[in-house]
Nanobody, 122 residues
Framework: QVQLVESGGGLVQAGGSLSLSCVAS????????AGWFRQAPGKEREFVAS????????AYADSVKGRFTISKDRAKTTVYLQMNSLKPEDTAVYYC???????????????WGQGTQVTVSS
């Protein structure tokens, strides 16, 4: 069972950048669909970005397209989320997710990290 550990969250001013990392405990992670979700206070967890397990194809929520970039390292045991032009509405706890069954991650994906807080001040 893969363990996921996120890091890189913090406080940033609007217009700034942050880079999140998600390190997996197993090398089999390279064969998992992986991605990021976020959850703001009082709101449901929502999809942010996903990267497929073999081709590396990516998908983004409309709200982050053109500002966020998801990637995997060469060893494919770490997934990154580069966040640029951050807005106050990006404030949330960001969660890494992984799914051995699909190329993408969904709310039903079986593996989740503990989350990392991102706060964007106006």
């Amino acid at each position: 069972q893969v363990q996921l550990v996120e890091s890189g969250g913090g406080l940033v001013q609007a217009g700034g950048s942050l880079s999140l990392s998600c390190v997996a405990s197993e090398r089999t992670f390279s064969m998992y669909g992986a991605g990021w979700f976020r959850q703001a206070p009082g709101k449901e967890r929502e999809f942010v970005a996903s990267i497929s397990r073999v081709s590396g194809n990516t998908a983004y929520a409309d709200s982050v397209k053109g500002r966020f970039t998801i990637s995997k390292d060469r060893a494919k045991t770490t997934v990154y989320l580069q966040m640029n032009s951050l807005k106050p509405e990006d404030t949330a706890v960001y969660y890494c997710a992984a799914d051995p069954r699909r190329n993408i991650v969904t709310i039903d994906s079986p593996y989740w990290g503990q989350g990392t807080q991102v706060t964007v001040s106006s």
